[in-house]
């Protein structure tokens, strides 16, 4: 299934890692008339910019509707609205997931684009490959800088993209551009493709199964995605909930400060204390949570003990959510995954609408370079999808293997990475304007060496 019609405007959506690499590989492929990436933030990086001109407000983490909203859109008639700044009635994120003190868990030459390989700067030891936060955004503003010799493409910062719709051959974007003077620029845009890469690490995702965590105090309710520094910690007893990066990373972050820290995790049989650290206690999950008059709240556990928190902190992880594509496909994502996408990229109904950068693996970067190469050949005509028919039992079976789970976009590392062939078979094989790399043998035992630590990575606490 190849094109009827040349793609000649394509629209990137989001300025992080995905982005980086779609605008960079699209470009390369020198086939489009324009190419305009939109990032609603004041400066490209994504998660890794931690550098947030606006912050985001405290909320209800449990609340409905944190998730799926309808977009609030106004009327106008013209292609341009500009009217005073208006604050949304529904919660959005603006400022970045990422946190002082993170660190990157892939080595460095699994997690950098294929053409740049090396970090600005490593932490120690230095042999490990690992950096931190700040080198890995300076990285890809250096990167975002290879284009800069390019025609035909255009950032636009502060602009959030609020509605995509399309009529016919056209998609359409209802765009806001947050201005200067405090107003903001509402207007219209068409383009024949639309590259949605905005990374998953958005919407927090509260597990909201425990009876009685309804009823909590939402003041006592934190999740990692609104950790700055750990100063609200000082002297209090909190329990953290979660074991994977995001979990160790608060516990390491907190436990210096805290009275006690308790880090709770379902595979945990019973409570242990840390051989590590002298504050720290793992429990098994929660049984339920009680509010209690005094403001703190009240954890049993799986275990039968009871433990009276200061604060709950979720590292549990994030939800999917697109709410620009209500209108498009109000079925478009589980919040686990999205609907009907072939290899993770093309949507299959309609394969000019694109998605790039899912995956979650040991190969980060990489795995996302491949979505876009074979997303730009494509687009190019130089690519072809196998039949709808075929499309739509590969993800039937991927929904099948594994239900609506966070799993779903998973590189399992015991995978011997079929999705990569099908996506290079995509593509029309290896070589081309930019050519598919092949992971070495170093790079393999990189692989092996991450999912070991991974698996380790509770017994650092």
């Given amino acids: 299934m190849r094109l009827d019609r040349p793609v000649k405007t394509i629209a990137i959506i989001g300025g992080g890692p995905s982005g980086a690499i779609a605008l960079n590989t699209l470009l390369e492929e020198g086939e489009f008339e324009e190419i305009v990436l939109f990032e609603r933030r004041d400066q490209l990086g994504g998660i890794w910019n931690l550098n947030d001109s606006k912050s985001d407000s405290a909320l209800n983490l449990t609340a409905e509707g944190v998730k799926d909203y309808s977009p609030n859109i106004p009327v106008f008639e013209s292609n341009e609205l500009i009217r005073e700044g208006h604050d949304s009635p529904h919660q959005k994120f603006y400022g970045t997931a990422g946190y002082p003190g993170m660190r990157t868990n892939v080595t460095e030459d699994l997690m950098t684009f294929s053409d740049d390989t090396k970090w600005p700067?490593?932490?120690?030891?230095?042999?490990?490959?690992?950096?931190?936060?700040?080198?890995?955004h300076a990285y890809l503003l250096k990167y975002f800088e290879k284009v800069k010799s390019k025609a035909n493409y255009k950032i636009e910062l502060q602009t959030s993209v609020e509605e995509v719709t399309k009529a016919g051959d056209k998609f359409q974007l209802v765009l806001k551009k947050d201005l200067s003077d405090g107003k903001e620029r509402w207007y219209k845009q068409q383009f024949d493709a639309v590259i949605i890469a905005p990374g998953?690490?958005?919407?927090p995702f509260i597990p909201t199964k425990y009876p009685g965590i309804l009823d909590v105090n939402k003041d006592v309710l934190f999740h990692s995605r609104f950790y700055k520094n750990n100063k609200q910690f000082t002297n209090k007893t909190v329990l953290v909930v979660g074991s994977r990066v995001s979990g160790v990373d608060m516990v390491k972050l907190i436990s210096p400060v805290a009275k006690e820290l308790y880090i709770s995790h379902r595979s945990t049989p019973s409570t242990i204390k840390s051989q590590n650290l002298s504050n720290v206690w793992k429990k098994p999950d929660i049984s339920k949570v009680e509010q209690r008059?005094?403001?703190?709240?009240?954890?049993?556990?799986?275990?039968?003990?009871?433990?009276?928190?200061?604060y709950i902190v979720f590292a549990t992880g994030y939800q999917l959510s697109f709410p620009f594509l209500k209108k498009f496909d109000p079925d478009f994502t589980t919040g686990n995954r999205i609907n009907n996408l072939y290899l993770h990229t093309f949507y299959t109904p309609d394969p000019l609408l694109i998605s790039i950068g899912l995956y979650v693996s040991s190969l980060s970067y990489r795995a996302f370079e491949y979505q876009a190469i074979t997303a730009a050949r494509f687009l190019s005509g130089k690519g072809e999808l196998p039949s709808k028919e075929e499309q739509q039992k590969w993800y039937n079976d991927r929904v099948d293997?594994?239900?609506?789970?966070?799993?779903?976009y998973f590189l399992n590392f015991d995978e011997n990475l079929d999705i990569f062939d099908e996506l290079i078979n995509v593509g029309g094989g290896i070589e081309g304007k930019r050519r598919y790399f092949v992971l070495t043998e170093d790079q393999h035992r990189s692989r092996e060496a991450a999912r070991r630590r991974l698996e380790g990575l509770a017994d650092t606490i």
Avoid: H, M
């Avoid at 700067?121 to 890995?136: D, H, K, Q, Y």
């Avoid at 954890?299 to 039968?304: A, G, I, L, T």
């Fill in 293 to 310: 008059d005094d403001g703190k709240v009240s954890v049993q556990f799986k275990d039968d003990t009871e433990v009276v928190f200061d």
């Fill in 121 to 136: 700067r490593l932490i120690p030891p230095e042999e490990a490959g690992f950096t931190n936060a700040e080198a890995v």
């Fill in 200 to 203: 998953n690490f958005n919407v």
């Fill in 401 to 408: 293997q594994y239900g609506d789970s966070k799993d779903f």
